[in-house]
């Protein structure tokens, strides 16, 4: 019964979850893109300390969508490193 009651809480959780959206932007400069989203995924880590002490938003808002998005992923796995030759750098490194 309890597993029940937690799976029916869950999805209605992620019912009313899927209806969040941002507002449109009114006016004003132009969202960012696909650079600025590289830009903030490769600083994010120092956007995170930086939002410790300071109001810094490590991800921008609002944002153009898609693009943004990929560019903040790729910048994250640029800075942060990604891949198979990394781990297996690291392997044999140890072997």
């Not at 899927?18 to 449109?24: F, K, L, R, S």
Request: charged share 10%; net charge positive.
């Amino acid at each position: 019964m309890r597993s029940k009651t937690v799976a029916l809480a869950l999805v209605l959780v992620l019912l009313v979850a899927a209806c969040a959206h941002q507002p449109p932007p009114a006016g004003g400069p132009p969202l960012p893109g696909l650079l600025l989203g590289l830009l903030h995924g490769y600083i994010s880590f120092f956007s995170l300390i930086a939002s410790l002490f300071f109001e810094v938003r490590i991800y921008a808002f609002p944002n153009a969508g898609f693009f943004y998005d990929l560019g903040f992923v790729i910048g994250a796995f640029a800075f942060y490193g990604s891949g198979s030759r990394t781990y297996s750098y690291t392997y044999s490194r140890w072997r």
